[in-house]
């Protein structure tokens, strides 16, 4: 269950990273207090990382301290929700296999590229989704065992016996995916995910600069433009539909990808837009 619920963060890891000795700057955080426009109490939006070595997860005593003021837990999607296990489970298998799927210069690429990565060609792949492939590379350029901010803050819940809920679900997110990226664009990003791009992600990460972290994750070699508006902006502005009726009465801990609190259609833009105070919390 565990590996399940890694992986289907991963599908849509657009950062990754640690939090290490983090230096705040004295108008972006990582964690953001929103108040205001009729809410009877402040909620919290807290930009995670979706995978991380163990040995580099800490989590700062301001987000443990909002978390512990907080009603309601919300994430990108619900966890806790069996049939969204079930279709992560589903959609992590392919449903024809990948030599018939994809045209014949795609397979050989990706028939090269697993063999020198994962020391196994692409038949021994056949029956997996382009994306659970994907999963995979990261967690074996990751190098370490891995740690998910959203697995526990999940724990955190149960234990506070607090409810979580999800801002979108896993079905809406695949079809995001999928109209984001080609097969083509996928198979050409693998190669990118490589221990240096865990470490320079690691840093922009620490640095809690979400204008930083927006620009590195919307770097051409990652989003185009069309990419961009289906990945982040379009996502971001649903979220930011939801969320006053979430908040509206009860002080929500929202958890979602660093990618989409920065930018002109991040999240913390779009709720300053719709009236709400949003503010840094540095400390």
């Known amino acids: 269950m565990k590996k399940l619920l890694q992986s289907s963060f ?75 296990l079930m279709i992560m489970q ?81 079905k809406a997110q695949l079809e995001f995916l999928g109209n984001a990226y080609s097969d083509k664009e996928i198979i050409s990003q693998l190669e990118h995910y490589d221990s240096v791009y865990f470490k320079d992600l690691m840093a922009i990460y620490n640095s809690e600069d979400i204008q930083k972290i927006h620009n590195m994750s919307t770097d051409p070699k990652f989003m185009n433009e069309e990419d961009r508006k289906w990945m982040l902006d379009i996502r971001n502005n649903n979220w930011a539909k939801k969320m006053p009726e979430l908040m509206k009465d009860q002080s929500v801990f929202f958890a979602v990808g660093a990618a989409h609190l920065g930018g002109e259609q991040g999240v913390v833009q779009l709720l300053k837009n719709a009236g709400y105070t949003v503010k840094p919390i540095v400390k």
């Open 90 to 170: 589903q959609a992590a298998m392919s449903k024809e296999p990948l030599s018939k799927t994809l045209s014949s210069e795609d397979y050989q690429k990706l028939d090269a590229f697993l063999l020198k990565k994962m020391g196994q060609n692409a038949k021994a792949y056949e029956s997996y989704s382009l994306t659970t492939i994907m999963s995979m590379v990261m967690f074996k350029s990751l190098g370490c065992p891995p740690k998910m901010y959203e697995l526990e803050f999940m724990q955190m819940a149960m234990a506070k016996k607090i409810e979580t809920v999800g801002l979108e679900k896993i």
């Open 10 to 84: 991963l599908f849509l890891a657009t950062l990754t990273g640690g939090i290490v000795n983090a230096q705040t700057t004295a108008n972006s955080s990582l964690l953001w207090e929103i108040s205001g426009n009729g809410l009877q109490k402040s909620s919290y939006l807290f930009g995670t990382v979706h995978m991380m070595c163990e040995s580099d997860f800490k989590m700062a005593d301001k987000t443990k301290t909002a978390f512990a003021k907080s009603d309601k837990l919300a994430l990108e999607i619900d966890m806790d929700d069996p049939v969204e």
